[in-house]
């Protein structure tokens, strides 16, 4: 039994943390480090929904997590107010609209620990599942739009002028990481994920100075933390997403030692 | 090559550019002048399809815009403000130059030996081949630019957009860039549009000079311009032309800062 619910684990963080990592490097250089803090606040207001409707499953809290990311990307994208400033304001719209609907329910404290820093046991066989599907779909995403990704990080009226649909994918790019996120809540939980928007691409770059390095050694980082925390977890029955994000901090300051060793 | 007809760009009900028309014929090194806030950069942005004109239409070849690019594509080199590029991303100066060769599941690409040949052409014609695989955030800020006027030219463009490439390059290297600049579009017919606040570069260069704050003021032959009568209109400062022997021939100097 405790096998099955650590292989699950495994499994889930596996998939999550390298599409994480993936998007992480275009968080990362893109300075949109906020974004992720943002879009996963805003998960929480579709998760507290679901448990005051007695819903099981994702559908509604990635369609709430989705629309908030959507919004929040399109006052950005219209610039009439800042992408930091957009940012605020759904996600502390969407924390208060958590709380208020959680505080209606049962459960109240256990599901607001549950949701903000993720429980193991309610890993299931069919998050497993899913998790595997949008990993696969997610990552051929990622990987087939990697050089167009980039160019828009470089400057999008760049890749404008290349031919790239700019606004198309930079919605679907939104899109991925809020369906990311919400998958990730269980395990990690939503104060904890932000841990892999950013974390990956610090310990790449302290270990690299190229792309494909960075991206490299953040992939590889944090399936190290998935491994290492869970198996921590484990034997130190300590909880798993403060056990992996702990072990994930250690690995990074690790790499900021190899690199000032090197220098 | 570029025909403006009846161009207007407004913005939350500001008119930027007003009934702007204009030909550019191929192989034409065109100035275009003006003070802050002109329209300047939102023509050439116009120019581009970048931002949608409130009305008037572009043609190039003489095609709408949006079928010129479907056509042709990497046929425009176009040079952003150095300030609106990612200069700190973890790229080496042989990927930016490469960037807008966008593939599908390029994080695995490797660069063709044709690839890498042209890439270092183009870097040593402005002057940077040495610098082909250091990481673009530890350039200084004109060895950035030239890097991104290579990137301009490695497609072969017909047309070259360039918004102030002179920032943040020396003097000595930005007199030679500017006689490149010349020789391509003399010799390779490349169309150039330049943006520019170096006056005294633009008269010498160029062979057209456009005028703008928000109407086009003039467009017409360097030498046909009566840059002091124009200047005065464009800028709203009385400007006087002080001619040299050699190097600049019609450099114009504020009164105020003699």
């Known amino acids: ?263 | 090559m570029i025909t403006v007809k009846n161009l207007t760009v407004k913005i939350d009900n500001k008119v930027i550019l007003d009934d702007i028309s204009m030909n550019i014929k191929k192989g034409e090194f065109v100035g275009i002048l003006g003070p802050n806030g002109a329209g300047k950069t939102t023509l050439i942005k116009t120019i581009l399809g970048l931002i949608k004109p409130t009305s008037g239409l572009v043609y190039i070849d003489n095609m709408e815009l949006d079928d010129y690019m479907k056509k042709k594509g990497f046929y425009i080199g176009y040079l952003p403000q150095h300030a609106i590029v990612n200069w700190s991303m973890p790229v080496r100066v042989v990927d930016a130059v490469l960037i807008e060769k966008v593939r599908p599941f390029g994080l695995f690409r490797r660069y063709s030996k044709e690839e890498l040949e042209s890439v270092e052409y183009w870097l040593d014609m402005f002057g940077v081949k040495d610098k082909m695989y250091s990481y673009i955030r530890e350039l200084s800020g004109g060895q950035q630019q030239r890097v991104s006027l290579a990137r301009c030219m490695i497609h072969n463009p017909e047309i070259l957009i360039l918004d102030e490439p002179n920032t943040a390059i020396d003097v000595v290297y930005n007199t030679k860039m500017y006689e490149l600049l010349k020789g391509l579009a003399s010799e390779k017919m490349i169309t150039i549009i330049m943006v520019s606040h170096d006056i005294g570069a633009v008269t010498k260069y160029v062979d057209e000079i456009m005028c703008l704050n928000v109407k086009l003021h003039c467009h017409s032959k360097t030498d046909d311009v009566n840059i002091s009568t124009v200047f005065k209109e464009v800028y709203g400062e009385d400007m006087e032309i002080v001619v040299h022997g050699d190097g600049c021939k019609n450099c114009a100097i504020n009164k105020a800062e003699k």
């Open chain 1, 1 to 263: 039994m405790i096998w099955d619910i650590l292989f699950r684990a495994l499994v889930v963080g596996v998939c999550i943390s390298i599409l994480l990592s993936l998007i992480s490097y275009f968080v990362v250089v893109r300075k949109m480090t906020f974004a992720g803090v943002g879009i996963a606040h805003s998960a929480f207001g579709g998760i507290a929904l679901n448990f005051l409707l007695g819903f099981a499953g994702y559908l509604l809290p990635i369609t709430f997590s989705v629309l908030a990311s959507l919004l929040i990307a399109f006052m950005y994208k219209k610039g009439k107010m800042s992408e930091d400033s957009a940012i605020d304001v759904i996600f502390v719209f969407s924390m208060a609209f958590g709380v208020f609907v959680l505080s209606l329910s049962d459960g109240y404290s256990t599901n607001m620990l549950g949701i903000l820093f993720g429980n193991i046991l309610s890993v299931t066989r069919y998050d497993m599942v899913l998790s595997i599907s949008v990993f696969v779909v997610g990552f051929l995403f990622i990987l087939y739009y990697f050089s167009h990704f980039q160019i828009m990080s470089y400057n999008e009226e760049l890749a404008y002028i290349s031919g790239i649909k700019v606004d198309r994918l930079y919605y679907l790019f939104w899109v991925v990481l809020s369906v990311v996120i919400v998958l990730s809540i269980k395990l990690i939980g939503i104060i904890l994920v932000n841990a892999f928007l950013v974390l990956p691409t610090l310990v790449g770059l302290n270990l690299s100075k190229g792309y494909k390095g960075i991206v490299a050694f953040g992939v590889l980082s944090s399936i190290l933390s998935i491994a290492a925390g869970i198996s921590v977890a484990y034997y130190m029955d300590t909880p798993a997403g403060a056990t992996i994000v702990l072990a994930f901090v250690v690995i990074w300051l690790f790499s900021i030692a190899y690199n000032k060793i090197r220098i």
